[in-house]
């Protein structure tokens, strides 16, 4: 199981339906493809999305930094020298999801090699998970709108609301017209993106203190380190970090000095070795996670799917996984489905991941 080569394909599809929020938008999924290849004629496939926005990569930097230095820092290694593998990449700072794709492609090669599910491998707990959806910024009606249309489809009760404008009224009288057409068994919970200051986050989340939410997710930043305890302590809801706890050492800073309350874990960022250290972390410290969204394509999204199956805290809560919805195609030969509001592991060997070479064909860059 030596790795003897690894790919970066950058890729092009585009959004049908732009995603907006606090810290960007989204119009075109320019991600990358990447394949680890050894020499028993496996192949490990995993896909990369650039966010400048949180972590400061894009195409270009992802396909360049697997180029020129994670590809030939470890290549004549296996794939189940993983821990070696990590050690190589750690010596570069930041990419977090260039070093998460091989990562999942490195566990794709040893779920084939070993004839099982990856899902299987790392835990097993359940076959699906329940399907959140990001409602991105647009005025109240189409918000709602959208909402409606994705529960009567897809069977989705869960709502991740966008939130981060100001005035932070908008997304306030958003909310409530969400919760209002929607009803009081639907799940709703906001996502500030660091657009608001402590203070605006604490009155928009006393002027929603009626509207049920189950979470508040980064409404302002780490970075306004008293201001952001201050608010955390007074939330009556679980505040999660997301942007502000990509690994490890961040989780236990920003619980531990009291400016979060719970964690998403996004495998796009810290694929599956690091995410399954970050979910035990917070299994131990008793803190509740969130499977989060990098607005993953289908590729990613099966890789979220695999993982949040996997472990029982993982699939207690629905996890985001319906951005790719938006996108006018993909590259899997066989589409995601979601059915009765749940997004199944796929059966097989690894992931499960088959690229259509014919769509790969048509959307990657470097040809
Ligand atoms: C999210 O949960 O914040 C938007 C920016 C990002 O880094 O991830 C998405 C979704
Ligand atoms: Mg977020």
């Known amino acids: 199981m030596k790795i003897v080569q690894v790919e970066a394909i950058p890729f092009a599809i585009p959004y049908a339906k732009p995603l907006r929020f606090a810290s960007g938008e989204v119009h075109t999924a320019d991600h990358v493809l990447v394949r680890v290849y050894t020499d028993e004629g496996l192949v490990g496939t995993a896909e990369a999305p650039p966010r400048p926005y949180t972590y400061g990569e894009t195409q270009e930097s992802i396909v360049a930094v697997i180029d020129k230095i994670f590809a030939p820092q470890i290549l004549g290694l296996t794939a189940l020298e993983r821990e070696v593998v990590h050690a190589r ?13 091989i990562d999942m492609a490195l566990w794709d090669i040893i779920g084939q090699a070993a004839e099982m599910p990856v899902s299987g491998l790392l835990g ?7 399907v959140s959806h990001m409602v991105g910024f647009a005025p109240a009606e189409e918000m709602v709108a959208e909402a409606e249309r994705i529960r009567d489809t897809y069977g989705i009760t869960t709502f991740k609301v966008k939130v981060g404008r100001r005035p ?3 997304d306030v009288d958003a909310c409530r017209a969400l919760r209002a057409a929607l009803g009081p068994d639907v799940n709703l919970y906001v996502d500030g993106n660091r657009g608001w200051s402590p203070s ?9 203190d009626d509207l049920g939410l189950t979470f508040a997710e980064e409404l302002c930043p780490a970075d306004d380190v008293l201001g952001r305890r201050w ?3 007074q939330s ?11 690994h490890a050492a961040d989780v236990t800073r920003e619980l531990l000095g009291g400016s979060a309350t719970a964690i998403s874990i996004k495998t796009a960022r810290t694929g599956f070795t690091a995410s399954q250290r970050i979910l035990r972390q917070c299994e131990g410290l008793g803190v509740e996670i969130v499977m989060g969204n990098q607005i993953d394509g289908q590729i990613g999204t099966l890789c979220t799917v695999a993982f949040g199956a996997a472990h029982r805290t993982s699939a207690h809560h629905p996890g985001e996984l319906s951005n ?4 006018t195609d993909d590259l899997l030969a066989e589409p995601l489905t979601i ?5 199944r592991v796929r059966e097989g060997n690894g992931l499960g991941i088959d690229v259509d070479p014919e769509k790969l064909a048509r959307y990657r860059q470097d040809h």
């Open 89 to 101: 990449l750690d010596r570069t700072v930041g990419n977090p999801t260039a070093k998460a794709a």
């Open 124 to 130: 097993g707990y359940t076959d699906r998970l329940r």
């Open 168 to 170: 932070y009224t908008d």
């Open 200 to 208: 605006e986050a604490a009155r928009a989340l006393r002027e929603m």
């Open 231 to 233: 608010l955390v302590a």
């Open 236 to 246: 009556r809801i679980p505040f999660i970090a997301d942007e502000s706890a990509t």
């Open 324 to 327: 790719f919805l938006d996108m």
């Open 339 to 343: 059915r009765e509001g749940a997004l």
